[in-house]
Nanobody, 116 residues
Framework: QVQLAESGGGLVHVGESLTLSCTASGNIERLGTMGWYRQAPGKQRSLVATISRGGSTNYGDSVKGRFTIFRDKDKNMVSLQMNSLKAEDTAVYFC??????????WGQGTQVTVSS
């Protein structure tokens, strides 16, 4: 089964940028659409951005215009460029394949903390 590993999180200030990376242990194209999720303390995990094999993207309203998702099939990697970060973006970020069957196991995630 493909394993996913997220990285790139950290502590930043409001308005700053951060890029997260998700590396798959296998062929990411087989997983189809990939997505980035986040889970804030005390809240459910939610999907914030997706990208199809063909490159079509979708974003949640809270991140639209600030976040950009992209994928690199040669590197089996999906990334999330986050600009103009807000305190409410603080969460643990995960990647996964929302429509894959079976879906890969969740990775450890990467913590993003935005300080005001």
């Amino acid at each position: 089964q493909v394993q996913l590993a997220e990285s790139g999180g950290g502590l930043v200030h409001v308005g700053e940028s951060l890029t997260l990376s998700c590396t798959a242990s296998g062929n990411i194209e087989r997983l189809g659409t990939m997505g980035w999720y986040r889970q804030a303390p005390g809240k459910q995990r939610s999907l914030v951005a997706t990208i199809s094999r063909g490159g079509s993207t979708n974003y949640g309203d809270s991140v639209k215009g600030r976040f950009t998702i992209f994928r690199d099939k040669d590197k089996n990697m999906v990334s999330l460029q986050m600009n103009s970060l807000k305190a409410e973006d603080t969460a643990v970020y995960f990647c996964n394949a929302p429509y894959a069957d079976p879906r890969p196991k969740w990775g450890q995630g990467t913590q993003v903390t935005v300080s005001s």
